[in-house]
């Protein structure tokens, strides 16, 4: 069974960083594309960043500049360092990975809160 743990998120005032973590655990040959998504009360759930297994980025125009998605293979851990946080960055996030087992899939981790207050 594959288990995706997310750490991280809290509260912090505009301007300020934080920084979230995912890993999987459990039986699978391989992880391909890591992500985070977001999802904002009454909001459905939005793309913020993914990474593919080369390390090539990609994020939604509104977090670029200030959100950087990395991972770690040995780990099978992916990482949001989020900086100059804005109020409307305010949602819980959920990491996202695609991983084969007996054949691909997507997993979800329990979602976090982040709170930007102004």
């Known amino acids: 069974q594959v288990q995706l743990v997310e750490s991280g998120g809290g509260l912090v005032q505009a301007g300020g960083s934080l920084s979230l973590s995912c890993a999987a655990s459990g039986r699978f040959f391989s992880i391909n594309t890591m992500g985070w998504y977001r999802q904002a009360p009454g909001k459905q759930r939005e793309l913020v960043a993914t990474?593919?297994?080369?390390?090539?980025?990609n994020y939604t125009d509104s977090v670029k500049g200030r959100f950087t998605i990395s991972r770690d293979n040995t780990k099978n851990t992916v990482y949001l360092q989020m900086n100059s946080l804005k109020p409307e960055d305010t949602a819980v996030y959920y990491c996202n990975f695609k991983i084969g087992t007996v054949g691909w899939n997507d997993y979800w981790g329990q979602g976090t809160q982040v709170t930007v207050s102004s």
């Open positions: 990474i593919t297994t080369r390390g090539n980025t």
